[in-house]
């Protein structure tokens, strides 16, 4: 048996440290006829490290995650929850602004995915337009005068989204929402106010090293695959190799991110996978740069690697390729095109 070098962390291996690396991570879907890398080129230890470290914290930790939850093309089982550190939705409008949101799975639903709202307790704030300050039970602050006589003139100047009946009323009495029992209240969930079918909620998220990462390995797993391991193992591409591998960033590497597909494919519905690179233009060559697209919804542009191919050689560029993994039939269809970036890099680092 031979040894092998590995294409992320460079290392020499005997050909049973090694296995199977799916192109597309396989909880972002399976397809028919699905990429993988699979002639000695990513090495157990990586795949494991990858899987363990990096997939697997942004598997229900992200923006991608929730779109994951509606539309990967095999339903998640019911019951998971949508974890709240790099993502949160919260209420936007009526009783439910402000009130923070679990999502969690649920084949029953047409989007797969049900809201259900943190414990809170909610003081009416403005009568009018029917909006409260919501409040953990800990965070409780003390009653008013002003907060008081709102409560007084309200339908409804109390709602609870969970917390068990017998501990707000001791919270309530010591914060003086309840003061010398002169005023009492009568329980009342959200739904018990709110009777409309729809709601908006606002999403906030953030994308750190990981979720990035996760992009740029897909890209450049897609690159090995069309392109074989030798041309992945050129020293060029050791900057995004490092940050894939380590999480160790290069100046000379940028990222960028945008809502929707980039323009120059066609996706074959609204809710596909884009994997693929195309040209970009820095510093008097033409470098290649990755892009992936998570059901059709939030773009990654990002550095890859130079080429050492001059500007002036823009009619002898190679095609490039953007692979469309179709989330509701699970085939996939290539573009295979001159594809060139024509955004700006200085947006993100």
């Known amino acids: ?202 999403i906030s998220f953030k994308i750190d090293s990981i979720m990035r990462r996760v992009c740029a390995k897909t890209v450049f797993n897609y690159l090995c695959y069309l392109n074989g391991k030798e041309f992945v193992l050129d020293s060029n591409f050791d900057n995004i190799r490092k940050y894939i591998r380590y999480g160790t960033w290069s100046e000379q590497l940028w990222f960028r991110y945008s809502k929707g597909p980039v323009s120059s494919v066609v996706m074959p519905n609204d809710t596909s996978h884009v994997v693929g690179y195309m040209w970009f233009p820095e510093d008097g060559q033409w470098i290649l740069c990755g892009c992936l697209t998570w059901y059709g919804d939030l773009t990654y542009i990002f550095k890859l690697g130079e080429t050492q191919k001059s500007l002036e050689k823009y009619n002898f560029l190679d095609s490039t390729k953007m692979a469309c993994f179709n989330n509701v039939n699970r085939t996939i269809i290539v573009d295979d095109s001159v594809h060139v970036y024509g955004g700006r890099t200085s947006e993100i680092k």
């Open 1 to 202: 048996m031979k040894n092998h070098k590995c294409i992320y962390c460079l290392q020499m291996k005997h050909e049973k440290d090694f296995n199977k690396e799916h192109v597309v991570p396989q909880m972002m879907g399976k397809y028919e006829n699905g990429y993988v890398l699979s002639d000695f080129q990513v090495c157990q230890e990586c795949n494991s490290y990858f899987s363990i470290n990096v997939e697997n914290i942004i598997a229900l930790d992200s923006y991608e995650a929730f779109l994951r939850m509606q539309f990967r093309n095999t339903p998640m089982s019911d019951g998971r929850k949508l974890q709240g550190n790099r993502i949160r939705l919260i209420g936007d409008e009526n009783i439910f602004k402000g009130v923070p949101f679990i999502v969690i799975t649920d084949k029953d639903n047409p989007y797969r995915v049900r809201f259900e709202s943190e414990p809170m307790v909610g003081i009416v704030n403005d009568v009018e337009r029917q909006e409260y300050n919501y409040y953990t039970i800990d965070d409780l602050p003390e009653a008013t005068e002003e907060v008081i006589s709102k409560m007084k003139i309200a339908p409804s100047p109390i709602v609870n989204t969970g917390i068990s009946k017998d501990d707000l009323d001791r919270v309530l009495i010591e914060k003086g929402y309840l003061k010398n029992s002169c005023y009492s209240y009568t329980e009342m969930s959200v739904a018990d106010v709110f009777k409309e079918p729809d709601f908006t909620t606002k």
